[in-house]
């Protein structure tokens, strides 16, 4: 089982920034879209941001303009920078990566272990 590594969560005080690092194991040779989703005690995980191969980007509505994703495809790497952050943006955020391929492996869906964000006022 392939596991995405998460780093760079903390607590900071609103209009802070914070950015987040995803992983996967250099073994992997290619990920097809990669994302950050966030979920909040309570409620249904959300998507935040996703990230093509090709780079092409979506986000949520909440989040744009203030957040960016980005990759690194030669370190299997995600970010996401988190600027003006808000006390809503806490939540725990969880890296995801879709179509993860090596020799003789295949993975349709894969969540990284989740990392606290916590915003305050």
């Known amino acids: 089982q392939v596991q995405l590594v998460e780093s760079g969560g903390g607590s900071v005080q609103a209009g802070g920034s914070l950015r987040l690092s995803c992983a996967a194991p250099?073994?992997?040779?290619?990920?097809?879209?990669m994302g950050w989703y966030r979920q909040s005690p309570g409620k249904e995980r959300e998507l935040v941001a996703t990230?093509?191969?090709?780079?092409?980007?979506n986000y949520a509505y909440s989040v744009k303009g203030r957040f960016t994703i980005s990759r690194d495809n030669a370190k299997n790497t995600v970010y996401l920078q988190m600027n003006s952050l808000k006390p809503e943006d806490t939540a725990v955020y969880y890296c995801?990566?879709?179509?993860?391929?090596?020799?003789?492996?295949?993975?349709?869906?894969?969540w990284g272990q989740g990392t606290q964000v916590t915003v305050s006022s």
């Open positions: 995801n990566a879709k179509g993860l391929r090596r020799y003789g492996y295949y993975a349709d869906n894969t």
């Open positions: 250099v073994s992997i040779v290619s990920i097809d879209d």
């Open positions: 990230i093509t191969s090709g780079g092409s980007t």
